[in-house]
């Protein structure tokens, strides 16, 4: 596959799938997309502990072969302008696997998100977030030890779909009429109009990707989130499609809150994933007080994004919180917070989010031993309180280091064991 100005490494070798499930050679091939601002800051310094942490997991047995891909404001500077090239769309569906930093979206009319851009050209339907505390990290919650869930919010649908008819417009005149003469629908005079499509299709995906995921990760449950009491036939359909699912193609191995009560007097079977929902609102509030009851969470797209920002406040914040956007196979793992302009340059900033992204593509690759050293270090360096600005703000006699500090703390832990 020949690229303009895209080096592939000339060795290692590309994830492939077979079979519907990846394949991974022993040196693979994974993307990386540096990012815009700060991203000059954090990739270097995650990539150096990456690479440490693969060195010393398999002592020269593995290793990543990295590709450097360009999307957002490097991208522009080498593509005459482009902030989107084609070539490095064209590269992560060959690669099937890259994590990129944090993108600028330019100001101004014509320019769509990156971020977004990238999840409809690849069709990354599932956004997956992790919630889980480590050792020494500041955190609001008496228990924060017990937060550990997954998050899989749909990506694709949902009021988020775009199908918005501003007030005062022909189309949204045309839309209102034709709701009230001929669906007897009523609301005030000149209303925005919105439309919420949630599919069978867009719903089974999602949550067929969560349960394979509590699957391959050992999770006890996979609880729908949804409003479904006051949305029957969006949010009260998804969780209908939800248990559909799980009933049609893992019926051997999830069974339904429902049914463990009926017969099994509320203890689920050994080897069972159990499949619940909750309504939304009290989703937020059981994350509060009871998370030890929550493992795998999926959710339509708006509930998703509440929840995600709100969970991974709860252990840490959006400094240390990280993130995938997947399609079937194709994974694009990322920061989730921003380029933060003010930082960019300094080496300052946290590393964490985008580390641990890294550390949910080595579990995705099946190279748990490499994202367990990775977090032992973490929970080691900071326990002794060696932390980036943000973190020192929080914590009482912290000592603070800059991020390529943090970063060597890091694999000095990692190079000790
Ligand atoms: P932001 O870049 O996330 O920064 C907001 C604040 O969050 C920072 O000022 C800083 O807070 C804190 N922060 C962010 N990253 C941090 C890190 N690694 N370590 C420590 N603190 C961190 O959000 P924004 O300022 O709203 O957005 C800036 C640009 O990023 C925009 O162009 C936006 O479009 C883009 N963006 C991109 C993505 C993405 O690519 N996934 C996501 C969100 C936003 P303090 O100043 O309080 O220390």
């Known amino acids: 596959m020949g690229f303009e100005h895209i080096k592939m490494p000339e060795q290692g070798a590309r994830v492939t799938v077979e079979n519907g499930r990846l394949k991974v050679p022993d040196e693979p091939i994974l993307g990386f997309i540096e990012g815009d601002g700060i991203g000059v800051d954090i990739t270097p310094a995650c990539m ?3 690479n440490a942490a693969i060195a010393k997991a398999y002592g020269g047995r593995r290793k990543v072969h990295w590709a450097e891909l360009y999307l957002g404001e490097k991208a522009a500077g080498i593509y005459g302008g482009n902030y989107f090239p084609e070539e490095t769309l064209e590269a992560i569906k060959h ?3 890259a994590i990129k930093g944090p993108l600028t979206t330019p100001v101004g009319e014509g320019f769509r998100s990156l971020n977004v851009s990238l999840r409809q050209t690849l069709d990354l339907y599932a956004c997956v977030r992790p ?16 937060v550990d869930a997954v998050i899989f919010r749909e990506n694709t649908e949902d009021v988020y779909a775009g199908l918005e008819y501003q007030s005062g417009t022909e189309e949204n005149r045309k839309l209102a009429k034709f709701l009230r003469e001929e669906m007897g629908a009523e609301f005030f005079e000149d209303a925005g109009l919105g439309i919420k499509p949630i599919s069978a299709f867009g719903s089974k995906r999602l949550v067929r990707k969560a349960i394979q995921y509590a699957i391959d990760n050992n999770r006890s449950s996979v609880t729908l989130v949804h409003k479904g009491n006051i949305m029957k036939f969006t949010e009260g359909a998804f969780r209908k499609w939800g248990y559909e699912l799980a009933a049609e193609e893992f019926g051997d191995v999830t069974i339904s809150e429902e ?17 619940k929902d909750r309504i939304a609102d009290i989703m937020f509030q059981l994350m509060l007080l009871r998370p030890a009851e929550f493992d795998v969470l999926a959710t339509m797209n708006l509930n998703g994004d509440y929840l995600s920002d709100a969970l991974a406040a709860e252990v840490g914040g959006m400094g240390i919180a990280p993130g995938a956007n997947m399609a079937d196979h194709v994974a694009v793992f990322e920061a989730t917070h921003g380029t933060a302009p003010k930082y960019a ?3 300052m900033v946290n590393p964490s989010s985008l580390m641990f992204s890294g550390c949910m593509m080595f579990d995705y690759i ?6 367990k050293l990775i977090e032992n270090a973490f929970e080691k360096v900071v326990g002794e309180k060696v932390v980036t600005y943000d973190f020192a703000r929080l914590i009482d006699n912290a000592t603070k280091v800059p991020t390529s500090g943090f970063a060597d703390a890091l694999v000095a832990a990692i190079e000790r064991g």
Do not use: C, T
């Not at 919630?131 to 017990?146: A, D, F, I, M, N």
């Not at 049914?259 to 499949?275: M, Y």
């Open 131 to 146: 919630v889980k505390w480590y050792r020494g990290v500041p955190s609001p919650l008496k228990k924060p030890e017990e």
């Open 259 to 275: 049914e463990v009560w009926e017969k099994h007097d509320g203890k689920a079977p050994e080897g069972r994933i159990v499949i």
């Open 366 to 371: 099946g190279w748990h031993e490499v994202s």
């Open 95 to 97: 690669l099937n696997v």
């Open 48 to 50: 150096k502990v990456w």
């Open 345 to 347: 340059g300094k080496d």
